[in-house]
């Protein structure tokens, strides 16, 4: 049974950076489709980047750049220039696939983490 566990979350300035971490355990995450959400404050939960399993590929995600080790069976979001407008928590999900993720969209993923807290505030 895959289990996935973000960290790297905490307080950061504006315009500082942050690395968010997902580490996958009980299963390779060389096969599945990882992607990183997250839910501000009394909003919904929205996709925020997606990588593929194969060959790697991304989705835009303008500040944040996503990647993946998978030597170490982890996922990044790197996350730089932030902006209050980024605090919330910022979840991990995966879905076992092998075509290249083009969108970020909740419900196509089947494991969850239970999230890192990001606050950007001075």
């Known amino acids: 049974q895959l289990q996935l566990v973000e960290s790297g979350g905490g307080l950061v300035q504006p315009g500082g950076s942050l690395r968010l971490s997902c580490a996958g355990s009980?299963?390779?995450?060389?096969?599945?489709?990882i992607g990183w959400f997250r839910q501000a404050p009394g909003k919904e939960r929205e996709g925020v980047s997606c990588?593929?399993?194969?060959v790697g590929s991304t989705t835009y995600a303008g500040r944040f750049t996503i990647s993946r080790d998978n030597a170490k069976n982890t996922v990044y979001l790197q996350m730089n220039s932030v902006k209050p407008e980024d605090t919330g928590v910022y979840y991990c999900?995966?879905?076992?696939?092998?075509?290249?993720?083009?969108?970020?969209?909740?419900?196509?993923?089947?494991?969850w983490g239970q999230g890192t807290q990001v606050t950007v505030s001075s």
């Open positions: 999900a995966a879905v076992r696939s092998q075509v290249d993720c083009t969108t970020v969209v909740a419900d196509e993923y089947d494991y």
């Open positions: 009980g299963v390779s995450l060389r096969n599945y489709i």
């Open positions: 990588i593929s399993s194969n």
